[in-house]
């Protein structure tokens, strides 16, 4: 990667942000697919309770209440997430990025996060970021905190990055 990539930026890790990192990486659940754990559970407890195959109903009840806790943990799942984010001990805090020649880096507080080029398998342009998939973990960034000039060459540059990369 040629040695003009070098940047460095800094961010806060605010509600807006937060926002932006979940409806840019989560899709949205799909209704029948989403409920069957739940839908399951409700079956399982009222056959429990309706045909009393045990001495005492609660099991029975336990599992209806554990699929309503379900449908709601999938129904306010984003609010649930963000409601975590916001009161996690990183919230409000500064995060310096930084990518050069080696790959990108991140340091918040005592944290530091180094992913080298080769760790990256792929890129994913989005509206609003960049999403940086390495196996099944996924890192967002954000184009708000880079400037105009390096989020296109962020683009271009991680792209050449990884083609050259896979080719070696």
């Known amino acids: 990667m040629s040695k003009d990539f070098d940047f460095t930026t800094e961010y806060t890790l605010d509600k807006p942000f937060f926002a ?3 409806g840019q990486t989560n899709s949205p659940a799909k209704f029948p697919k ?3 754990k739940g839908m399951i559970f409700l079956i399982f407890g009222v056959v429990l309770v309706k045909f009393e195959l045990l001495p005492s ?3 029975g009840w336990f599992f209806i209440t554990l699929s309503i806790i379900e449908a709601f943990s999938i129904y306010f799942k984003r609010s649930w997430w963000l409601c975590r984010q ?3 001990l990183n919230s409000g805090s500064k995060v310096v990025f930084q990518g050069d020649a080696n790959g990108v880096s991140y340091k918040n ?6 992913i080298t080029w080769t ?3 792929q890129l994913q342009q989005t509206d609003l ?4 998939h390495m196996g099944k973990q996924r890192q967002y ?3 708000s905190c880079l400037s105009d000039c390096v989020h296109g060459r962020a683009a271009r540059s991680i792209k050449n990055e990884l083609t050259s990369m896979r080719a070696k």
């Open 119 to 121: 760790e990256i398998d």
């Open 141 to 143: 960034v954000s184009k």
């Open 34 to 36: 989403a409920y069957l």
């Open 20 to 22: 932006e990192c979940y």
């Open 57 to 59: 109903s609660y099991v």
């Open 86 to 88: 916001k009161f996690s």
């Open 109 to 114: 507080g005592k944290n530091t996060r180094n």
């Open 129 to 132: 970021g960049f999403i940086l």
